[in-house]
């Protein structure tokens, strides 16, 4: 598989040359489940070097199962965070339609002749392979062959039930950026550049920051009106349109309570913290200002 990238902390590397305990998975967001899981990995490899076989294509997207493929992390972000929560060497695998037609053994068997494999943690749900040749059952008689070990980690709750991206993806959905936060492990965030907008908001009282989220593969929260934080400083950001001017193309505008400086040019990150109200039309100007001075004291809590 020659699209097959291999990383440890300081960039690409050609190969692995020691053993390695290995996960599987497309760890899309990196969330408390996958670093629990990570956890896992290194307190049972026993000596084994902890490496993250990750999928760069979503399967589900791939094999025409979904029709986006938005992420709940950009490339960067993602390989980050698989070092933060403990990885030393992550392998970054495209779901190519090469790759989906592989059997669970043949994927295993891969890992352990190219990865140095000698110890295997599936997630608590985790299942890979081709379905037409199923043979991920046989998991078991491959690693007696091999002599590799295979186990099954845990599952991992928060409100009694486990913690999966797509569970995250509904909180998105839903502006729930609250609950987003407590499976994530931090704050949703967006990142991108500070533009030029309409220079609306300045003309209120309110002057904006207009990002630019033109190269994020993130998908995007509920449109609306939240509480946000970048760096040091909260703010109140409208994501969605501008009804009451007569804009309907999605925007990311903020506005920093209390800032000064011009952040025009700079790339800047976006954590959400609380959703405030729906997006609405207003009558006048005046009446948005109002409502403006609102929003901002209730981010301010935030």
Known sequence: MEQVKIYDKEGPIDSIKEATGVTVGVFDGVHRGHRELLAELKTKCDGCAPLVVSLTRHPSFVLGRRASEYWLDDPEEHLRMLFEAGAKYV???PFTQEVAGMTACELTRWMYEKLQ????????????????????????QLAAELGFTLERGLPYTVTGEPISSSRIRRTLEDGAVEETAALLGRPFCLTGTVTHGRGVGRTLGFPTANIDLAKTRKMLPKEGVYAVRIGDCKGMANLGDAPTFGMDKPLLEVHLIDYQG???GETVTVEFLHRIRDIRRFGSAGELQAQLNKDIEEARQW
């Open 262 to 264: 011009d952040l025009y």
């Open 117 to 140: 494999m000698r110890y295997l943690l599936l997630g608590y749900d985790s299942r890979f392979g081709s379905k037409e040749k199923d043979d991920f059952g046989q998991l078991p």
């Open 91 to 93: 392998v970054e695998m």
